[in-house]
């Protein structure tokens, strides 16, 4: 039976598998997904698969109650066997396995696996966000905004809802997510940017006002009211508690980890598919926002912070950003002269 977007769906999947991660024959490539999650891109992922001459393995299992280490226990050990010995893989999970014990020993320095993160995804969110994208000209932008921002040394960020976050930049690698994961290591969806600040120069408010989450429960969606967190020295000592933020209060105090309170990196949204669904790996895309994550620290930002139980991310609309002075983005607007440029290829 035919279903809704399947020839969209064949199309981002096969851009996915041969044009993103250039999948060879032979080589091994895992497709893994949990009960939540849309089975559908799990199978038009084999399929490309499949044509492309690799040993495809769809690893489906019941779905963990939290992120990363925090819902680990509830892994089959068929699934950690699976995925040590991958050459390429594709996270579709609901619940991440990103930031899990094996997922940290899998992308240790020197692995040959390529890891691609498209985590709660549906057909129409991934031909937005990837199967319609023209990956040469969002390769052109990204790679110019990350080359700016990695030269600066001090930067700030405002939001109409109340983000005004000032931070300094050290010499730390960043995430550039333009459509290449063909060499081994962490990659991500489409149209981020994302780095680890020097964690003890982060000073200000930052403000939530897209939507939350952090796994299991803590998923937000779409906030229907903002989530202020007062920071000093890269550390969240105060939350302004409005029905969201109680929650996220409640939830850093029952983790009673001490390491979840500090922000581990912030990120750019650039995806110029992207809009505000409630998920998070589409909604820290959207154009023009900034995002930020706290608790766990993943070794590829080479931060101060490391480990922590799970991982919290927010999204801030409509940012407003200054590098060493020069304003690039005004309320979500492109406005530096060569930026602005590149992202009308974009048709923002």
């Known amino acids: 039976m035919i279903q809704e977007m399947e020839l969209e769906l064949a199309v981002s999947a096969h851009k996915t598998v041969n044009e993103i991660l250039n999948v060879k024959p032979g080589e091994t490539l895992l497709i893994t997904i949990d009960s939540k999650a849309d089975f559908r891109l799990a199978a038009a992922m084999a399929r490309a698969g499949e044509c492309a001459g690799a040993k495809t393995m769809i690893a489906y299992h019941s779905t963990p109650p939290a992120y990363g280490k925090a819902g680990e226990a509830w892994y089959p050990d068929s699934l950690v066997g699976a995925i040590e010995r991958t050459d390429a893989w594709i996270e579709l999970n609901h619940q991440w396995i990103y930031c899990s014990t094996v997922w940290e020993r899998v992308m240790a320095r020197g692995t040959k696996t390529r890891y691609f993160h498209l985590g709660k995804m549906d057909p129409e969110s991934l031909w937005r966000c990837l199967g319609a994208l023209d990956l040469k000209c969002l ?29 300094n930049n050290a010499e730390r690698p960043m995430t550039n997510e333009c459509g290449d994961a063909s060499t081994p290591g962490v990659h991500f969806m489409l149209g981020q940017i994302g780095w680890a600040p020097l964690e003890e120069s982060i000073e200000g408010e930052i403000v939530f006002d897209g939507s939350f989450s952090g796994g299991g429960p803590m998923d937000l969606g779409v906030l229907r009211h903002p989530i202020k967190l007062i920071i000093e020295k890269g550390k969240i000592v105060e939350i302004i508690v409005q029905e969201e933020a109680n929650q996220v209060k409640e939830w850093l105090a029952g983790l009673n980890d001490e390491r979840m309170y500090y922000l581990a990196h912030t990120c750019y949204g650039f995806n110029p598919g992207a809009k505000l669904t409630g998920e998070c790996t589409e909604d820290e895309r959207i154009w023009g926002s900034t995002q930020w994550g706290f608790g766990y620290q993943a070794s590829l930002f080479e931060g101060a912070l490391g480990d922590a139980i799970t991982h919290g991310d927010g999204i801030c609309l409509n940012s407003s950003v200054w590098i060493d002075g020069t304003q690039i983005l005004d309320q979500g607007k492109v406005i530096h002269p060569e930026l602005a440029r590149l992202a009308k290829k974009l048709g923002k």
Not at 140 to 167: C, D, H, L, R
């Open 139 to 167: 390769k052109e932008f990204m790679t110019t905004v990350a080359n700016m921002t990695q030269a600066a040394k001090q930067m700030k960020i405002t939001t109409p809802a109340g983000t005004n976050v000032s931070f």
